[in-house]
């Protein structure tokens, strides 16, 4: 298993070294496993000069998958866009052809409290949205400002979806749902876009391939008010980027932890980019306080969906659930009861759980 590892910036390379150490421990089990750094981001700026620099891109084209830490610090903040660490990371999407995002909202029991929602509304909780990555609005032409007739200042997108484009990204809603309780909802705004009904369209005719999985189509808006209505309804979302992005943010803080979610993106092979949904935390960067759960389980995602080996991504993940049985917690999810580790003692934890 080649895995390139981008540790980026921030809490980036905190977090990144707890996941090494517990693909490591594994190693001690037969998992073969040959990891490459490169700098990637705001370190990617200040090695070359480039958020996303050749040797990086090259070592990420290379490798089977790529593992990331997390981008960005106010540093950086003033550079001009294309030097700016977010950049590094939407051109590697597209580079690599990452289509697929999968994003799981997945609430463990020890962790209810963290919810703002009520606990009978979130417990059990366990979603998979499947957010479309390199098409629609963020990427459609044409795009700009102008000033219109009257003399006034516009802005305007274009959302587009092409066929191939929905087929191939409703396919991984298909096969999501039929590796877990065989739902998927198919998420638009069919009653006003030209785009939504195309979509709608094309999932309904793919729906007929799958017989077993139990389709259904619901509007954006009402999709957001049933997330915190009755989440516990879903258990596969797909949907266009967009509506993804801010339907998978609202998910994840169902389970009222940012530093435990993770989060895979994915190209019609497999390849696959890996990393925490939450961004580099520059207000705890180097204090040994960051958790690195969420970095940790996007490392056993890997193991799933590029590698296919479910036993590997098991273990860590019951490391996982073992340590919070055990009460241990970083700083971010503690509560009165619980013993607090910092970033390193959290990663020994789950080495000392597998
Ligand atoms: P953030 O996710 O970095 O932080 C939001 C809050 O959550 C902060 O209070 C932070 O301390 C906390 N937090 C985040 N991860 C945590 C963890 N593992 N453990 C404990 N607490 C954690 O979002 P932000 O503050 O809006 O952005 C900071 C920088 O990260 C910006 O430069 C932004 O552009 C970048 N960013 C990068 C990514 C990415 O790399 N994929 C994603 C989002 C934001």
Not at 84 to 93: M, V, Y
Not at 155 to 175: C, K, L, N, P, W
């Amino acid at each position: 298993m080649k895995i390139a590892v981008l540790a980026g910036d921030g809490i980036g390379p905190e977090i990144m070294a707890q996941a090494l150490k517990v693909l490591r421990a594994l190693g001690k089990d037969g998992l073969k496993l040959e990891l490459e750094e490169a700098p990637f981001g705001g370190a990617g700026y200040d090695a070359h000069g480039d958020p996303l620099p050749d040797v990086t891109l090259k070592l990420a084209r290379e490798a089977e998958a790529v593992m990331c830490g997390s981008v960005g610090g106010p540093k950086y903040d003033a550079l001009p866009r294309p030097q700016r660490p977010e950049q590094g990371l939407l051109r590697i999407r597209k580079a690599l052809g990452l289509f697929a995002n999968l994003r799981p909202a997945l609430l463990y029991p020890e962790l209810v409290g963290a919810s703002t929602l009520k606990p009978e509304v979130v417990s059990g909780l366990d979603i998979m949205i499947v957010r479309e990555l390199t098409g629609d609005i963020y990427f459609g032409e044409p795009r700009g400002r102008r000033t219109n007739a009257a003399g006034e200042r516009e802005g305007y997108d274009t959302m587009h979806y092409a066929e191939s484009e929905i087929v191939r990204i409703v396919e991984v809603g298909f096969q999501t749902a039929l590796k877990r309780n065989k739902k998927l909802c198919s998420v638009d705004k069919e009653n006003v876009l030209e785009t939504s009904r195309l979509w709608r369209e094309v999932v309904t005719g793919l729906g007929k391939k799958y017989p077993q999985v139990e389709l259904s189509h619901m509007y954006v808006d009402n999709a957001a008010m049933q997330l915190v209505r009755n989440p516990k309804q879903f258990d596969v979302m797909v949907t266009g980027n967009m509506f993804g992005d801010i339907l998978s943010d609202a998910a994840s803080m169902l389970t009222g932890s940012i530093g435990m979610l993770p989060s895979a993106s994915l190209d019609a092979t497999g390849k696959g980019l890996y990393e925490p949904i939450h961004g580099s935390a520059p207000d705890i960067a180097g204090k040994n306080i960051a958790n690195p759960l969420a970095t940790i389980l996007s490392s056993a995602m890997m193991m799933r969906y590029t590698f296919n080996q479910d036993k590997w991504a098991q273990r860590i993940e019951a490391a996982v659930k073992r340590v919070l049985a055990q009460g241990y917690r970083t700083a971010d999810i503690y509560e009165a009861g619980t013993q607090k580790l910092g970033t390193q003692e959290m990663g020994d934890a789950v080495v000392a759980a597998l």
